[in-house]
């Protein structure tokens, strides 16, 4: 970057914070917008960016070809970064075709392809789960479960999305008459040994193949016993000083596994499980990105920590200057959820506010949207609450008093009623509404 040259960034997908860094430090930036980020309406590109429509954010094809269009297609980038889980490989291989910094496509894929990563972990003697890649779910007449019950999920998908137990070969070839009769697009799975304990998850970023800095943390229960039981996921990170031992019992693990993944400079979040009897703790997965939700919130609140700068600076090929500040509060994050229909009415993010702790909400689906209280995946909500409370145990109360407020207090229009049970319902929500009125008092 020649002197006095502002820096560029291609940004792929919608991060708000990393968009907010961008303005924040006087960064150029040119934002690959995507359909499903675009229609949403969630996530503005601020003003001072450019905004740049793709079919595909995941393919490096339509990337290039909508840069090209707008005249973009000769510009320097100085890094590229995304926050998206399936289009990091995407990012990379973009990196490389401009000359920037960054992880290599093939280290990539080892935060992607989940049997490529625990291969590799397993390589290095990182203690992680036995697997069977299965190549295409529609046939499993021949697949060996490296044990029962397994856990099977897709080679590499996110949110776990299409993830179940399945406890014998009659429910794993049950799973796969479901996916084929529901033209499943992607087919390769991989079905891995069921770890149980205390689901664990880690944040940071490493630059220069160091650390620079970790927060471990907790969920309320592990992402697929939320899922399964259909609950509001929530999620908070252990205290330093009082929860030392998370730290030395997770640290030495995900140190271990960054470098055998490689992954040199950038963000991560991993997830763990850990043997509340043994304290072992074994690797289950890890994304090159920031966690979801508002981990983001999470991390500032509790340590300073601006993860989604750093993704930002690393892309960049800049070492991020950490100012870190401790807060002894247990600070945690939980999903909004409410029953399946129409939303018609929600609480608002001011009235959330109003409730024991919580310092941030978000609502981020509007009404007259379709929610499905048949959750599908862990990041299915209708909204977010940042809380913070003196004790761990008081945090918990807060958040589920919290979810448990805002659920009780969505209105949805019910799946597919009759129009007797819709007159019930809209005089049980609007005793006062008026369904005939008249200007005098004559007979008609």
């Not at 020649?2 to 907010?20: H, K, N, P, W």
């Not at 703790?281 to 509790?302: D, H, P, Y």
Request: hydrophobic letters at 40%; one cysteine or more; aromatic letters at 8%.
């Amino acid at each position: 970057m020649d002197s006095g040259q502002r820096a560029s960034v291609l940004i792929i997908g919608f991060d708000r914070y990393v968009m907010e860094a961008c303005v924040r430090l006087g960064i150029d930036a040119v934002v690959a917008c995507g359909p499903r980020g675009w229609d949403s309406g969630l996530i503005p590109v601020p003003r001072e960016l450019t905004a740049v429509r793709v079919d595909d954010d995941c393919s490096p094809e339509s990337i290039l070809a909508a840069l090209y269009r707008a005249g973009l297609g000769d510009r320097r980038f100085d890094g590229v970064q995304t926050s998206v889980e399936f289009a990091m490989t995407t990012a990379a291989l973009l990196a490389r075709h401009f000359g920037c910094p960054g992880p290599s496509p093939a280290t990539m894929l080892l935060f992607r392809d989940k049997s490529l990563q625990k291969q590799r972990l397993r390589e290095a003697g990182v203690p992680t789960s036995r697997y069977t890649v299965i190549d295409d779910i529609y046939d499993v007449s021949a697949v060996e479960a490296p044990d029962w019950p397994a856990v099977l999920k897709p080679i590499a998908g996110a949110a776990t999305e299409r993830t179940s137990v399945v406890r014998n070969a009659g429910e794993l070839a049950a799973r796969s008459s479901q996916y084929r009769r529901q033209g499943l697009t992607y087919r390769t799975f991989l079905l891995e040994e069921y770890v149980t304990g205390e689901e664990w998850f880690i944040d940071g970023v490493r630059f220069d193949d160091e650390t620079l800095f970790c927060a471990v943390g907790t969920y309320c229960d592990s992402c697929l016993t939320t899922l399964e039981q259909g609950r509001a996921l929530w999620l908070r990170h252990f205290d330093p000083d009082r929860e030392s031992v998370a730290y030395d019992e997770a640290l030495p693990v995900a140190n271990a596994a960054l470098a055998a993944l490689g992954l040199r400079d950038g963000v991560f979040h991993m997830e763990v499980f850990r043997n509340p009897e043994s304290g072992t703790v074994t690797f289950s997965e890890c994304a090159a990105r920031r966690g979801g939700g508002l981990i983001q919130e999470q991390l500032q609140a509790k340590f300073n920590f601006n993860i989604g700068e750093c993704a930002l600076l690393c892309a960049l090929g800049r070492r991020p200057e950490l100012q870190l500040k401790h807060r002894p509060d247990a600070i945690g994050s939980g999903f909004l959820i409410g029953p399946t229909g129409i939303m018609i009415d929600f609480p608002s993010a001011t009235e959330l506010l109003g409730q024991p702790g919580v310092e941030l909400a978000r609502i981020e689906r509007p009404r007259g949207e379709r929610f499905s209280g048949e959750l599908e995946h862990t990041v299915q909500r209708v909204g977010q609450v940042l809380v913070a409370a003196d004790t761990a145990a008081h945090l918990a109360e807060r958040v589920e008093a919290a979810q448990s407020w805002f659920a009780g207090r969505v209105v949805v229009v019910p799946e597919r009623p009759l129009g007797r049970e819709l007159r019930s319902w809209q005089r049980q929500h609007w005793p006062d509404a008026e369904n005939e009125a008249r200007a005098d008092n004559r007979t008609l």
